[in-house]
């Protein structure tokens, strides 16, 4: 065998990717501009107004507190799994595989959903500059094509060019938040959006429902520890940075929209226009030339998220394959670009089957793609993030290797607590979020159930098999 083909087997991932990388492939999954863009008009239209922008705070919150223990249990592993890896690590190999099911189903779905939101975007765009109307399907697949390159290659090509479009991003959404400050909103700086009384006169349920939504893709800082350089201090760090750029971002921005209509107007401004209200603020504020501008770059941010789950998928097919739970060829890592490529492959054409059933199905990329998938990546996340609680807890006790109180005990029981609260609450608003039909909520939350049954029933095949083996190795008489 080439000494090539022996490293392209050997199942470890290579590249020196640091903190600002990991924060940038981080945040570009969260895609502050399509949060601002695209959720936060519908936060604030569908009862919650003024008082949206502290949905954020509240959700970063209880992310942040979730996140002392999360980057505390890093410290002493390195696996490209995240939660499935944490989960498996703390409770056991069969919820840690019933963890997995549910990671891949929430990366595979939300990312679907953005491929259909991207898909209907760029075809917008086209038309409005006196392009063909294409199907969706086709610009979701041309968009596939580029991401399935680009996640061939080495991580840190990726995180270059996540870092462009995200600073790029963010710095639109600055400038807005600038210019609506700098001239005084239209009814003058006031901080309604952050008081209780604005916060519950609302839908607090949906809000957050949304917030938490914005944040997935956070916890994808362990992912890349295995190709990160000195991942026991990049990881957290990174973990930390990521939770609180994100919700500062998302704050001050969504304050900033909320200000340039005035607080008591937003709601009925958002109602009228849910889609372009952020983009109304940027042409009011910035010039119609901005709106245009700003627009264009929401295709960026879709692509920058597509981007950076692309890559989490693949990392955590690499990690199934790498324990013996998925085939082997897909452990198999890139013998120039230390990649997972065969993961990225199998990401590729995973991606494409689904947008081709919805294609075939002749779903809306919005209405239906978007949302659902939206929706079943939501609670999921938060399924998921729940065991990873209790599997930090259950580690530092068993393992007694950390000895800080707040960081093993405290900080995580209160952020699943947190997390438990807000998956009650879009649970309890369920429907609503995946466009009213109770037959379709209930067969979306059964998909969740079916997905983390399926990784337990893998674990106990795969235990057994383990098992046999062991017992046909053994000497007889």
């Known amino acids: 065998m080439s000494a090539d083909r022996s490293k392209a087997k050997a199942g470890a991932l290579r590249g020196s990717i640091g903190v600002v990388g990991i924060v940038f492939l981080v945040i570009a999954a969260a ?33 942040l507190i979730f996140s002392v223990g999360y980057a505390a249990m890093s410290r002493h592993m390195v696996d490209t799994g995240a939660f499935y890896a ?23 779905a939300i990312q679907a959903g ?57 710095g639109i959404i600055v400038i807005l938040s600038i ?60 973990t930390y940075a990521a939770v609180v750029t994100i919700g500062l971002v998302y704050a001050v921005s969504s304050w900033a929209v909320v200000l340039a209509f005035g607080s008591a107007s937003v709601a009925q401004a958002a109602a009228d226009d849910t889609a372009g209200l952020t983009f109304a603020a940027a042409a ?20 920058a998220a597509l981007l950076a789950f692309h890559n989490a998928i693949g990392r955590y097919v690499f990690a199934l394959a790498r324990k013996g739970v998925a085939p082997s060829m897909l452990a198999r890592t890139h013998s120039r670009h230390g ?77 699943t607590v947190g997390l438990v609260a807000v998956l009650a609450l879009v649970l309890d608003n369920f429907t609503l979020l995946i466009g009213g039909s109770g037959v379709l909520a209930a067969l979306l939350l059964i998909v969740v159930v079916a997905f983390f049954a399926g990784g337990t029933a893998i674990a106990k095949v795969t235990g057994r098999r383990t098992v046999d083996s062991r017992r046909d190795l053994e000497p007889t008489g």
Do not use: C
């Open 179 to 238: 210019a609506v400050f700098a001239k005084g909103g239209a009814a003058g700086i006031d901080v309604e959006s952050f008081t209780p009384s604005a916060f519950f006169s609302g839908s607090p349920g949906i809000a957050l429902m949304f917030a938490i939504a914005s944040f997935i893709g956070f916890e994808a800082t362990a992912i890349y520890g295995e190709e990160a350089r000195n991942p026991t201090r990049t990881v957290p760090i990174a």
């Open 31 to 63: 895609a502050p501009l399509t949060a601002i863009g695209g959720a936060l008009p519908v936060m604030i239209a569908t009862g919650n107004g003024a008082g949206a922008p502290l949905a954020y705070i509240v959700a970063a919150i209880v992310l």
């Open 284 to 303: 009011q504020y910035l010039g119609p030339m901005s709106a245009d501008i700003m627009e264009i770059m929401l295709v960026t941010s879709l692509f």
């Open 339 to 415: 990649s997972p490529h065969m993961g990225s492959l199998f990401q590729t054409v995973s991606a494409a089957v689904v947008l081709v059933i919805f294609a075939v199905a002749g779903a809306d990329p919005v209405l239906q793609l978007f949302t659902w998938m939206s929706g079943l990546a939501t609670v999921s996340i938060l399924v998921l993030m729940i065991l990873t609680g209790g599997a930090i807890i259950a580690f530092f006790r068993r393992s007694n290797v950390d000895k800080r109180t707040w960081h093993t005990v405290v900080a995580p029981a209160l952020g």
């Open 114 to 170: 953005i491929y259909g939101l991207a898909a209907s975007t760029v075809d917008s765009l086209v038309v409005k500059y006196g392009g063909p109307d294409l199907p969706w399907w086709l610009w979701a697949l041309g968009l596939v094509a580029i991401v399935a390159l680009l996640g061939y290659r080495s991580i840190d090509l990726g995180a270059k060019v996540l870092g462009v479009l995200l600073v790029l991003e963010i």
């Open 86 to 108: 944490y989960v498996e690590k703390g409770l056991g190999t069969t919820m840690g595989l019933g963890a997995a099911g549910l990671a891949l189903l929430t990366y595979t």
